[in-house]
């Protein structure tokens, strides 16, 4: 069974220099935390905030790229997490075809934000992660912990 | 007085992924050994790390953003013909990549993100005449003289996000 999840933003982790991409379900009854690097961060933030830079970005041009084939972004699936590292999937049409590439989620999160594409998640995955854990880690966040993304 | 383009392409090899002693940047050097042209783009430590890694045969255990690009390129069945530093424009280089799914197709780049696709899918790089024309002259090559001994040659220099300097190698003065 898959989930329909949706990006509700992303917030700073001091103590490990790094981003959560915090991703919930239509009803906020499941949530699922992704911890990604600054750069990534910057690729999810700047197509939730819907930046044009002057120059295209990585995932800009990924995106280029499979316009310009008509390659069609379907979906992006979180597929599984081992040893706290999260798998995605990215679905793709594409002449008369599906295809499916292993991805980052960051990367195919990145790229479903600027195809509009739904992203996805199984079950299995967000009974993995251990939401307990999380929800106390994020009660003890202060306000200033939140705040606009340095890019 | 009006200039006639020069659009002949020189093949580029990259030479190596360098720090700048001044800035927090990275700096690609692409070199042709036959004519002795040299192309410095500087670029920021993530897209120079994209190059570094492709460059040292780097395999992650995820794959990366460029990883990904050439990953779903070789899914789909795209060639990358080539890439081509096409032109610098207020110190911002522009870049063309080359694909083909049959159908030959242009899609517009940085020079860091068709150099990163094009080291792993392993089409030729190239650069206009044009180009080299405007980006050269002696004071690039005096400064990589001065910098050369260090490109390649520092280990895991693009994971550190400290800026080092390096005394000796440069001064201030030079680069402005």
Known sequence: ?????????????????AYIVILRDEHCADM????????????????????SPPRPTTHDLLKSILDNVDAKV???????????????????WYGDSEYSVDSRPSDAIALALRADAPI???????????????ERWLENLKPEDFGKLET | MSVEQNTDLIPLAVLGVTEDPNTDTRIVILRNDATADVLPIWMGQTEGAAIRHALEDLVPP???????????AAHLEITVT??????????????????????????????????????RTGCP???TRDVLNKSGGDNVETWLSRIAPDVGGRPNGDTDTTPRRRTGTMNRTERA
């Open chain 1, 1 to 17: 069974m898959l989930t329909q999840m949706k990006v509700r933003g992303l917030l700073f982790d001091p103590y490990n220099n």
């Open chain 1, 32 to 51: 699922l935390p992704i911890w990604v690097g600054k750069s990534e961060a910057g690729a999810i933030s700047f197509a939730l905030e819907q930046v």
């Open chain 1, 74 to 92: 379907l979906s992006a699936v979180v597929t599984d997490l081992k040893d706290n590292t999260y798998y995605a999937k990215i679905h793709l």
């Open chain 1, 120 to 134: 996805f998640t199984s079950e299995d995955v967000l009974r993995k992660q251990s939401s307990e854990e999380l």
């Open chain 2, 62 to 72: 995820r794959p990366t953003s460029h990883d990904l690009m050439a990953s779903l």
């Open chain 2, 82 to 119: 080539r890439v081509v530093v096409t032109d610098v424009r207020h110190n911002t280089y522009f870049a063309a990549i080359h694909l083909s799914n049959g159908v030959e197709r242009t899609v517009d780049a940085r020079p860091s993100d068709a150099i990163a696709l094009a080291l």
């Open chain 2, 125 to 127: 790089i190239y650069v």
